[in-house]
């Protein structure tokens, strides 16, 4: 007697892999047209010239190699990326942690809740400057004004994500028998991982806004400083390659976090 | 209030039926289930499911079925009454009874093989071990081949092979199934049920069944339990006596079928909008 | 949650959070922290005197300004990409690049090129907000089902009516969701380039007291912002439950 149950779909279901690669390279082809297409404007734009003090987008290219090649560009990034990740290591941790309680625990969720959604909605970046008045000048100052800006939104993710956890598969664990803490770990975690990643691409976009804010308002070190002084002796090809720069590195931070996120945590995603 | 066993003249039967004389694995007494103070779920509902039969409880919508099954697998708790399960009080879900849910409720991030093992894993059995049962299920539902696909890749019908296979590899005395087949396409859901016939064959199990559909309660079961609106209360127990042994398409034109399913229409006919 | 029996509203553990400052305040605990009751009477003080009342005149209009600009320019743009493939796949990859940058950065720039006025605060703003009201007026323009704009089609509207009567009102939801977040984002932007310009507006004001430590004027005039930043966005929040009603049946 035949056991098994036949399904005529599962035989339909069959990856179509020429397609996917097909629009995967023309999505390269966009990438690299749209890459262009700024060059070309911003070239433009500074032969123009649109302001005196806008420099061409080969003027900024040629900066940026001076200044790799002098070594002031390293310099200036080792300096800013301590306070960064410093504070974003900082902001994650106790970020995820309190917004994962705020989602299981009602009283958590109480307290903590309406503080968290006013720093992410007031403009705390106000409050930056106070901060040196308390913590002086040095690594602390700029590692609170990156958590000031991280934390809230990284919070507020963590909490939301965990709240929304689809109940049909809490229930389906509660079925089966699972205990609470199995619950957290198997099913409610995973669930809320994409978010929690979201909350995590968010803070990072934050601490960077928070450490430049730092290097801008309380003193100019790192990347800041390079802004500040090529802009105080009009080397504005400089200015713009160091503020082009950071710019990149963010965007190339945030991506990094997404393939993290493919890889490790949430594998299916990367299949479709 | 009424539970009555209504008898057609029987052509043989091959499961043997007299329903009464085997032992009930899982009785309801008393159960009312109120939400919010205010909407009646079920009232006062009393049933004896036998053992290794498969009874569906059927019904208009609204009329707390699947209340009914949640709380018979612990899911939910009544607000009056209680679930004997062998004869034992039971308040909450527990290792001889296994759900299988609507909507599938299968973990978007696992492959199939970790969704079909997770009741296992929930008990700290080995990961080689419990995936080795796995195998065995998902290979009798029919997904051989797709143990390392994720739920995405998957139809709706294949995901509740899933969920089956995920019951069933718990090896459970009681499968309960809420409206399993209802969120596939006509075509698939028949095949379904011819299925789940011959699954029954195989697994000597006992299994209640939620669904709105006249047929499939008819096509399916040994025992139905007619609910009616709000509030939910047994109104009438029906013995399908089905000849089930022919083909799938000759039990869908066969007399008693046919009768069965129009008479509990018209039964169930005053509650339709 | 609910506390011997009583539910507690949402935001009520402000309240507590402010009795702690006061007692935070009043022990001298941190330097920072004056007590709450001080600052608030300062607070009052403060929005009675004509430098305050010039401040925040530059600062609304600077932003009403720059928001509007955003709003126009961020919607248009939204449409057209996600209407047009070609536009998305130009343009997509930037506006998600500056929706995410940090574009404090940038307000050097902006301070070289539009010189140290009320000129720079503008684009600020407009820099800030723009971005995500890009990106979610292109998603929800992508969201509409094709079989609505057919439906127009076959009863003979013409390209503009199209625009006009279905698109925008179709992916509103997500319009008004952005431009929430592009009000936050703008409030954001005004103040940080005031903060950096620091002559004028608030910047101005935050620069005095932050001189002279001046801790209850300075945190009166933070709670001012604040206070600004939620009821603009509580504002735009209530505009979008007013159609929220149509946004879940749209699939």
């Known amino acids: 007697m035949d056991a098994r149950l036949e399904d005529p779909i599962a035989a339909q279901i069959a990856a179509e892999p020429g397609e996917q690669a097909r629009s995967r390279r023309q999505m390269v082809w966009w990438r690299l047209a749209s890459i262009a297409l700024f060059c070309l404007a911003w070239e433009i734009a500074g032969r123009v010239p649109i302001n005196l003090a806008f420099p061409t987008f080969s003027a900024t290219v040629a900066a940026f190699a001076e200044m790799i090649a002098d070594g002031s560009m390293l310099k200036a990034y080792l300096l800013t990326l301590q306070p960064l990740i410093i504070g974003l290591i900082v902001s994650a941790l106790v970020g995820v942690s309190v917004g994962v309680a705020m989602g299981l625990r009602k009283s958590v969720e109480w307290i903590g809740a309406p503080i968290f959604i006013v720093l992410q909605a007031a403009p705390v970046a106000a409050v930056i400057p106070m901060v040196t008045f308390v913590y002086g000048i040095g690594l602390t100052a700029k590692v609170i004004s990156v958590c000031l800006l991280a934390l809230p939104v990284i919070v507020l993710n963590s909490y939301k994500a965990v709240a929304n956890v689809n109940p049909s598969l809490i229930n389906m664990c509660r079925s089966f028998l699972g205990s609470r803490l199995q619950q957290i770990v198997k099913i409610i975690l995973p669930d809320a991982s994409p978010v929690i990643f979201a909350g995590l691409r968010l803070g990072i976009s934050a601490g960077f806004i928070g450490i430049i804010l730092a290097e801008l308002l309380i003193t100019p070190t790192g990347i800041g400083d390079l802004i500040t002084y090529h802009r105080a002796v009009a080397n504005y090809a400089h200015m713009y390659a160091a503020i082009a720069s950071i710019i990149v590195f963010s965007a190339a931070a945030l991506s990094l976090l997404q393939w993290v996120e493919e890889k490790w945590i949430r594998p299916e995603k990367k299949r479709s | 209030m009424v539970a009555v066993t209504r008898k057609f003249p029987r052509p043989a039967d091959p499961h043997g039926a007299d329903m009464t004389s085997l032992e009930s694995i899982i009785s309801v007494r008393g159960i009312s289930k109120v939400y919010s103070g205010q909407v009646h779920a079920l009232q006062d509902v009393d049933l004896d499911f036998p053992a290794g039969a498969l009874t569906t409880l059927l019904g208009p919508s609204g009329c707390g079925k699947t209340t009914l099954l949640k709380i018979i697998a612990g899911l939910m708790a009544p607000n009056t009454g209680d679930v004997l399960v062998k004869g034992r009080k039971v308040t909450g879900p527990g290792p001889e009874r296994a759900f299988v849910f609507q909507d599938f409720a299968l973990m978007p991030w696992a492959t199939v093989v970790r969704n079909v093992a997770f009741g296992l894993e929930l008990r700290g059995m080995a990961e080689a071990k419990r995936h080795e049962i796995a195998r065995r299920y998902i290979e009798q539902v029919g997904l051989a081949g797709f143990e390392e696909k994720y739920p995405h890749e998957l139809s709706g019908g294949m995901r509740q092979r899933v969920g089956l296979a995920r019951a069933l590899a718990v090896d459970a005395d009681v499968l309960l199934l809420d409206e399993p087949f209802s969120a596939v396409d006509e075509q698939t859901r028949r095949k379904f049920q011819e299925d789940l016939l011959r699954l029954r064959e195989i697994e000597r199990k006992t299994f209640i069944f939620v669904t709105h559909s006249i047929e499939e309660a008819v096509y399916l079961s040994d025992r139905i339990v007619l609910l009616s609106r709000r509030p939910g209360r047994v109104s009438q127990i029906i013995a399908p006596q089905i000849d089930r042994s022919g083909s799938p398409d000759e039990i869908r034109r066969d007399r008693a079928y046919l009768d069965t399913v129009e008479e509990i229409w018209q039964s169930l006919r005053q509650f339709v909008d | ?251």
């Open chain 3, 1 to 251: 949650m609910t506390l011997f029996g009583y539910r507690l509203p949402m935001m009520s553990s402000l309240i507590l959070w402010c009795l702690v400052w006061e007692i935070v305040g009043r022990a001298d605990l941190v330097l920072l922290f004056p007590p709450f009751s001080g600052v608030l009477v300062s607070l009052w003080e403060l929005v009675q005197t004509p430098k305050f009342l010039t401040a925040s005149w530059t600062t609304l209009s600077t932003f009403c300004i720059g928001m509007a600009l955003a709003i126009v320019a961020g919607v248009a743009l939204g449409v057209l990409m996600g209407r047009v493939k070609a536009a998305e796949n130009l343009l997509g990859m930037w506006v998600n690049v500056f929706a995410s940058a940090p574009l404090s950065a940038l307000v050097p720039v902006l301070m070289i090129l539009f010189g140290m006025g009320e000129t720079t605060i503008v684009v600020s703003v407009f820099l800030f907000a723009v971005w995500i009201i890009v990106l979610d007026t292109q998603a929800g323009v992508k969201h509409i089902t094709p079989s609505l704009i057919d439906m127009a089609r076959s009863f003979g509207a013409g390209r503009f009516a199209i625009y006009a009567k279905i698109i925008l009102w179709a992916a509103l939801p997500e319009i008004l969701a952005g431009i929430r977040l592009g009000f936050i984002r703008g409030v954001k932007g005004v103040v940080i380039g005031q903060l950096l310009v620091s002559i004028i507006g608030y910047g101005e004001l935050f620069e005095l007291y932050s001189r002279s430590f001046l801790m209850e004027e300075f945190w009166a005039l933070t709670i001012v912002l604040f206070a600004f930043a939620l009821v603009v966005a509580e504002l735009v929040g209530m505009l979008e439950k007013r159609i929220e009603y149509y946004a879940g049946v749209r699939q």
